[in-house]
């Protein structure tokens, strides 16, 4: 079985490899500000659980809300910063 393939020019394909490392360099620099977060929410998390479990936090009259859906977030790409140096004095 012979398939025709069309053949993208060679400038073309760069400007598509470029665009592509653009895109994730910007992913590979936020990266390790999320990473940052996320320990230090298990860090609460962890502190949290200890300091109720040893009295130091009353939870008998928290009242847990219901779990509704729509309440998740979603992350908006608008909202990623474009500049790398912003991100590095943010991870400060």
Do not use: C
């Amino acid at each position: 079985m012979k398939v025709d393939l069309p053949l993208i020019p060679l400038e073309e394909q760069k400007a598509i490899a470029d665009y592509i490392n653009v895109e994730v360099a910007k992913i590979d620099s936020v990266l390790p500000s999320f990473q940052k977060e996320i320990d230090l929410l298990r860090e609460y998390r962890t502190r949290l659980i200890s300091d109720v479990v040893t009295g130091q936090i009353d939870v008998r009259d928290v009242v847990i809300p219901k779990y509704i859906r729509e309440d998740d977030t979603e992350i908006d790409v608008a909202d990623t910063p474009d500049d790398t140096e912003e991100v590095a004095e943010d991870a400060e």
